[in-house]
C-alpha cells in the first residue's frame, strides 16, 4: 500500500542555518503530496502542497518539489528561525479517491539561537 | 480560509465514562471528516473517515463500538469514546477534506486537537 518514509530526527540546528528533511514515499499512480507542521499541543498545519510532477510548493520560506522519478518531496529552507521549532509531518493523498491522508513518521526541529 | 473548530481542547474523565469531541466546519461544508489518533512523539494514526448522513469507515484495529462516529450534518461531526480506560489517554485530531476554489484542487484542514486524559 501507499507509504511515506521521513528522515529520522531530532534535527537540531543553529539559527540561520540551512535546513533538508528528507521525504520518499511509495504509491501508485499520481498521489498529492504535503508537509504539515505540529506546534506542541496543537493541531497541524498545512505548510505547502504539490499536486503533481515538477511541482515545487512554497511557503514561509519553505520549498519541497515532487519528484517522480525519485519519488521525494524532501522540504527545505534556507535559514531557519527559533521559532520553526516544531514537528513536521510528509504527507499524501493516494490517487484511489478514498481522500486518505497517510503520514510520515514526523520529524522534530529544534532550532537554538 | 477554511477553519474547522474542535472541542474540547482537553478533558480529563473517570475510567469508564463516555467523552464527546466535536468537530465544526465553520466556513464550508466538509462532506468527509477523519479522525485521527496521535500517541506522544508519533505519528498521526487514521482511526476512521466518516461521511456525511452515512455511517463512519472504521481503520482496521480500531473498535467502532468503543469510538462512535457521528457525522449527522455538513458541519458537525462527533467522537465518542465510550466507557474510556486510561490506555485510551491520547492526543486525537479531526481533519476535514477542503476543496479550494478555481480548480486548484483539495487539502485537509484540521482540528486544533483534544487531549483526553483518563483516569
Redesign the interface.
Same mark, same amino acid.
Given at each position: 500500500g501507499d507509504s511515506v518514509t521521513q528522515m529520522e530526527g531530532p534535527v537540531t540546528l543553529s539559527e540561520e542555518a540551512f535546513l533538508t528533511i528528507n521525504c520518499t514515499y511509495t504509491a501508485t499512480g499520481y498521489p498529492s503530496l504535503f508537509w504539515y507542521v505540529q506546534y506542541p499541543g496543537e493541531g497541524l498545519q498545512l505548510l505547502l502542497k504539490a499536486t503533481k510532477a515538477d511541482d515545487k510548493g512554497s511557503n514561509k520560506g519553505f520549498e519541497a518539489t515532487y519528484r517522480k522519478e525519485t519519488t521525494s518531496f524532501h522540504l527545505e529552507k534556507g535559514s531557519v528561525q527559533v521559532s520553526d521549532s516544531a514537528v513536521y509531518f510528509c504527507a499524501l493523498s493516494g490517487s484511489s479517491n478514498t481522500g486518505k491522508l497517510i503520514f510520515g513518521q514526523g520529524t522534530t526541529l529544534q532550532v537554538k539561537p | 480560509g477554511a477553519v474547522v473548530s474542535?472541542h474540547p481542547s482537553r478533558v480529563i474523565c473517570k475510567s469508564g465514562t463516555s467523552v464527546k469531541i466535536e468537530c465544526r466546519s465553520l466556513d464550508f461544508q466538509a462532506t468527509?471528516m %477523519?479522525w485521527y489518533r496521535q500517541f506522544p512523539?508519533?505519528?498521526?494514526m487514521?482511526m476512521a473517515?466518516s461521511n456525511e448522513g452515512s455511517k463512519a469507515t472504521y481503520e482496521q484495529g480500531v473498535e467502532k463500538d468503543k469510538f462512535l462516529i457521528n457525522h449527522a450534518s455538513l458541519t458537525l461531526s462527533t467522537l465518542t469514546v465510550t466507557s474510556a480506560h486510561p490506555e485510551d489517554s491520547s492526543f486525537y485530531?479531526c481533519?476535514a477534506?477542503t476543496y479550494w476554489t478555481g480548480g486548484r484542487?483539495?487539502?485537509?484542514? %484540521?482540528?486544533?486537537?483534544t487531549?483526553l486524559t483518563v483516569v
Open positions: - | 474542535q468527509t %477523519f512523539k508519533q505519528s498521526l487514521l473517515t485530531i481533519s477534506r484542487g483539495y487539502g485537509y484542514t %484540521f482540528g486544533s486537537g487531549r
